[in-house]
Nanobody
Framework: QVQLVESGGGLVQAGGSLRLSCAASGRAVNWYAMAWFRQAPGLEREFVAAISRTGGSTVYADSVKGRFTISRDNAKNTVYLQMNNLKPEDTAVYYC????????????????WGQGTQVTVSS
């Protein structure tokens, strides 16, 4: 098993940047494909970005492509989400997730979840 803890959320103005971190403990993070999801009030949790176990492959939701970058440092057991040019519609709780298999965009295919970190973008 793996435990995930997100950090780095906060309040930022539109056009600003934030970097989220997801620290893993327990089993080494290189066993897992990792992803970020987000959930805004009243909406379903949606896929944001995913990265393969080695970091060699990534995939993004169309809404964040070109603005967000997912990366990982397996030596530090940490996954990151660099978010640039933030928009008010990016406001949500951001969750880190892990699955011991190939990366995937499906929310229900991830086995382990963090508690989430709030990102608020003001206009």
């Amino acid at each position: 098993q793996v435990q995930l803890v997100e950090s780095g959320g906060g309040l930022v103005q539109a056009g600003g940047s934030l970097r989220l971190s997801c620290a893993a403990s327990g089993r080494a993070v290189n066993w897992y494909a990792m992803a970020w999801f987000r959930q805004a009030p009243g909406l379903e949790r949606e896929f944001v970005a995913a990265i393969s176990r080695t970091g060699g492959s990534t995939v993004y939701a169309d809404s964040v492509k070109g603005r967000f970058t997912i990366s990982r440092d397996n030596a530090k057991n940490t996954v990151y989400l660099q978010m640039n040019n933030l928009k008010p519609e990016d406001t949500a709780v951001y969750y880190c997730a892990a699955r011991p298999a190939a990366m995937n965009t499906g929310r229900t295919t991830y086995d382990y979840w963090g508690q989430g970190t709030q990102v608020t973008v003001s206009s």
